[in-house]
């Protein structure tokens, strides 16, 4: 069995499927990973695992990853990053899931020393990955997780605790609900007086005009 590292993009206008030819395309081939991308159009993959050479059903014998490689959609680059601290055991060989937050944090599957996971799931919030739930593997097989792992995108580490965003004010509406029944109570009033008093103009106009009438 075979796995390839080509990166496939496509065309829904044609439709069509074709390999971009990428710069510095040194990322080794492997399986059951999935990428997140951001709203800069980096892609984020995290881990995997590749059983070219398996000699059993399982895939024991296959290597795990534990890197983060990033490709720029945008300048068509691959680029492994640099990760030292708290970082992750490498992956089982069962499929995880990722996603990115707006403020650029993925989430995905692991933190120091985590058992083996899979069937998670990931969210992204603010900078923050957020890995929950799911099935241990290895020596805990069948144990439900409990424990919920993240990443900081925006520091490239995996880590152990949340920094919340500041809270911002929302700005001063001049439209409370108690302004707005005042606001429209004074229209229909105003609205009222105006037609009052072009009634009593064309009342005094007839009324001239019949007295100008009588006299001649």
């Known amino acids: 069995m075979i796995f390839r590292t080509k990166v496939y993009t496509y065309t829904d206008s ?30 984020y993959i995290f881990g995997g695992f590749n059983a070219t050479n398996f000699t059993d059903i399982s895939g024991s014998t296959g290597e795990l990853y534990n890197d983060m490689n990033i490709l720029n959609t945008t300048s068509i680059i691959w680029t492994k990053l640099s990760i030292t601290e708290n970082l992750p055991i490498r992956g089982s060989d069962y499929e995880y899931s990722a996603n990115i937050l707006l ?94 008093s072009c009634l009593i103009c064309l009342y005094i106009f007839q009324y001239l005009e019949a007295r100008q009438i009588d006299k001649c």
Do not use: C
């Open 14 to 43: 044609i439709p069509e499927w074709s390999p971009p030819l990428i710069i510095s395309d040194k990322i080794s081939p492997r399986q059951k990973i999935s990428g997140v991308i951001d709203n800069s159009g980096i892609i």
């Open 103 to 196: 403020n650029g944090t993925i989430v995905d599957q692991v933190i120091p020393a985590p058992p083996y996971i899979y069937g998670h799931t990931a969210n992204l919030y603010y900078n923050y990955m957020i890995i929950t739930f799911g099935i241990l593997a290895g020596n805990d097989v069948n144990k439900y997780n409990s424990q919920v792992y993240l990443y900081n995108n925006k520091n490239k580490t995996w880590v152990t605790s949340y920094d919340p965003p500041p809270q911002s004010t929302p700005p001063y509406s001049s439209s409370s609900p108690i302004i707005k029944p005042l606001i429209i109570g004074l229209g229909i009033g105003i609205g009222i007086l105006i037609i009052i």
